[in-house]
């Protein structure tokens, strides 16, 4: 048995024991196969850590403000580099548009700390007004993607019952498919009324992959 | 050794194949028609129905956890409604639905085992069972026909959860109401990941994901499909260096319009062309505004117009934008020509006050004076003062004749004249 040989038999030898027990040796090295069904992939949104792991309870803070008898401004970061946003689109081509939106978990939604609340989709600024700026934002494509066909939303304010969702993200036809990229630096800002009582304020926002 | 190497590492590469394939995948909640019709474009991605009013259709949705850990999720239609500039965003399930939200009644849970034994569709199975001449029916109980009668009305919302890694079909029934107008209504099915209530200890916002699997319903029926640019706009953008280039189309008809948007940009003073592409749809009654991000050039005057191409039963229609201009000169090159500005606005400065130093007066020229003893008394040579005066030869002069002469000379003739004195 030359040299070549022997190691054939070794890496059939392996194979066997890769694969699992078997009584015959030469029958499990003839008929080895190896299978793997990759299903079509999806459209997807996630909030990931920067190791790209996901964030099981994704987060905004609003720096503190202090009790002011004027209309102030609180201000956060939608997608810091410890909680990106990842839009995944595994859909095969041809491609499909796809919108990223964010909006409150209900138009009638509500900034509350026990029983004080303010607004982020009020017609007047001093009730509360929540501006949305993606063009603040960096796109960083994934793997080896580009950001061709992936544009940033405008920057928008939410009002109840005719802007109840801001676009945030939006690929295109011309965008990769599949593709993924993460979303970065979204400025968020929000109006607090005048005299608005101490407390922690929290709101609920969703961002949707459609 | 050698040998014991090789069955080593062939081991190890088999065995990690398996997770290098499933590396592959896609990980994370998401959703797909179950049953695409190759057919019809984007199905594989989108639920596309023609449905006449009054008719139902069955289908599923593949709900899928491409991550590694199990996931719970929160599945329910929605309306669609309108995001800024144009996008396709869906209601949330707080929200009332009255379109394509109401029309869809999901099936997650198993036929009641009392009516089983029949594979055929959800409707047919509800159909027969309950029309009062099926078989089956008339087998039942009064229970168990209130218990089928619950289970075919379906849900309209369902929480499962998925192991990492796994598909589910969920089926449900779409339903396009008697009397629902003729065009397209849109919609779609949510798939809401569920999480824990963040632990917020200042003021903050909790975000939530979803993913949405769009539902395009078509009532059959004649429409006008008519496409117009809104808006066409140039301004500086967030990010240093670029402008952002502003795009509205407006599509005021009943179904959505897929559209080729082309933004040609030429730089007129470096005869530089660019072209950018933007495919994309615009959604019924909506208006699309599509941002392009533009590198602003060095030096230049752009010229920026753009044309939208999309299609009417087979005949492409073209629609072409107003044409702006926006010029850009580097902040270097506007140093560079302030400085040279101020150099020339120096220089002028002083040769105005070069100027102003040889202001003239004037001298009447007396008997028996000629240019070159005019010249003389007043230090000049006689070409210099014919040439101020405008002589032409012969050169003769007249007593009383007025000549300019210049201040400075002047001044030093008066010096020279005292110091003579």
Redo the contacts between chains.
């Keep these: 048995m030359n040299r070549l040989s ?2 054939l038999l ?2 059939l ?3 066997v ?3 699992g027990p078997s009584t015959d040796i030469a029958y499990a090295a003839n008929t080895t196969q ?1 299978s ?1 069904t ?10 990931v850590d920067s190791s790209g792991n ?1 964030v ?9 403000v202090t009790f002011s008898f004027d209309q102030q401004s ?1 201000s ?1 970061t ?1 997608g810091a580099s410890s ?1 990106k946003i ?1 839009l ?1 689109n ?3 081509p ?1 491609a ?6 964010v ?6 939604a509500l ?1 509350t ?1 026990g029983g004080d609340t303010f607004d982020f989709n009020n017609a007047t600024a001093a009730n509360g007004i929540m501006t949305v ?1 993606p ?2 934002g960096t796109i960083t494509p994934t793997n080896s993607y580009t950001s061709t ?1 992936v ?4 920057s ?1 304010t939410f009002l109840q019952g005719t ?5 945030v993200l ?1 690929g ?3 965008a990769s498919q ?1 593709g993924r990229w993460d979303l970065t630096g979204v400025s ?1 800002s929000n109006t607090i009324p005048a005299t608005q009582p101490p ?12 | 050794m050698q040998r014991l190497f090789l069955i080593i590492s062939t081991a190890a590469v088999l065995l990690t194949l398996p997770l290098n394939l499933r590396g592959l995948e896609y990980g994370g909640l998401g959703g797909r028609p179950a049953n695409p019709n190759p057919a019809i474009p984007n199905s594989q991605n989108w639920f596309i129905y023609e449905l006449a009013a009054g008719t139902v259709k069955e289908d599923a949705v593949i709900i899928s956890n491409g991550g590694t850990e199990p996931v719970t999720a929160l599945i329910y239609p929605a309306d669609a409604t309108r995001s800024s500039d144009g996008g396709f965003a869906l209601k949330q399930q707080t929200e009332t639905m009255t379109g394509v939200g109401s029309w869809v009644r999901l099936y997650p849970n198993d036929r009641p085992t009392f009516a089983a034994g029949s594979n055929t569709s959800i409707i047919e199975w509800c159909g027969s069972s309950l029309d009062g001449n099926g078989s089956r029916a008339n087998r039942l109980t009064p229970t168990q026909k209130l218990e089928l009668i619950a289970w075919c009305r379906g849900v309209a919302n369902h929480e499962l959860t998925i192991e990492g890694g796994r598909e589910i079909s969920l089926p449900f029934i779409m339903s396009a109401p008697p009397g629902l107008s003729v065009g397209e209504h849109t919609g779609g099915i949510v798939i809401q990941k569920k999480q824990p209530t963040a632990d917020l200890t200042e003021s903050g916002i909790q975000i939530t994901t979803r993913v949405g699997v769009r539902i395009y319903q078509t009532v059959p029926g004649t429409v006008k499909k008519e496409l117009r640019i809104s808006g066409f706009n140039i301004s500086p953008a967030a990010q240093p260096g670029y402008y952002t280039v502003t795009l509205s189309l407006s599509n005021g008809s009943s179904v959505s319009l897929n559209q080729l948007s082309r933004i040609s940009i030429t730089n007129l003073w470096t005869r530089q062309h660019q072209t950018i592409e933007r495919p994309g749809q615009v959604l019924h009654d909506d208006e699309l505004v599509i941002n392009f991000p533009l590198k602003k050039p060095f030096l230049g005057r752009l010229r920026l117009q753009a044309t939208v191409t999309y299609d009417v039963d087979g005949q492409p229609q073209l629609i072409t934008s107003r044409i702006i201009h926006v010029t850009n000169v580097h902040w270097s090159l506007l140093i560079i020509l302030v400085l040279v500005l101020i150099s020339i606005g120096g220089m002028l400065i002083k040769r105005r006050r070069a100027h102003s130093n040889q202001e003239t007066t004037r001298y009447t020229v007396k008997a028996h004076e000629d240019v070159s003893a005019i010249a003389d008394r007043f230090h000049l040579s006689w070409q210099q003062l014919a040439k101020l005066n405008q002589l032409k030869p012969p050169y003769r002069l007249t007593p009383g004749q007025v000549l300019i002469i210049p201040k400075q000379k002047t001044s030093r003739t008066r010096s020279t004249s005292r110091k003579n004195h």
Excluded: C, E, H, K
Excluded at chain 1, 151 to 154: A, D, I, Q, R
Excluded at chain 1, 163 to 167: A, C, G, H, I
Excluded at chain 1, 199 to 210: C, E, W
């Design positions: 022997r190691n070794v890496v030898l392996s194979t024991v890769a694969t190896l793997q990759i299903n079509a992939g999806t459209l997807g949104v996630d909030i996901s099981a309870s994704p987060t905004v803070g609003f720096g503190a609180g956060g939608l909680q990842r995944s595994g859909r095969q041809p499909a548009a796809w919108t990223l939106s909006a409150g978990s209900a138009p009638s900034w700390s700026n063009g603040t066909g544009t940033l939303g405008s928008n802007r109840d969702s801001l676009t939006q295109s036809t011309s599949p968020l407390g922690t304020y929290t709101l609920t926002l969703v961002l949707t992959a459609s």
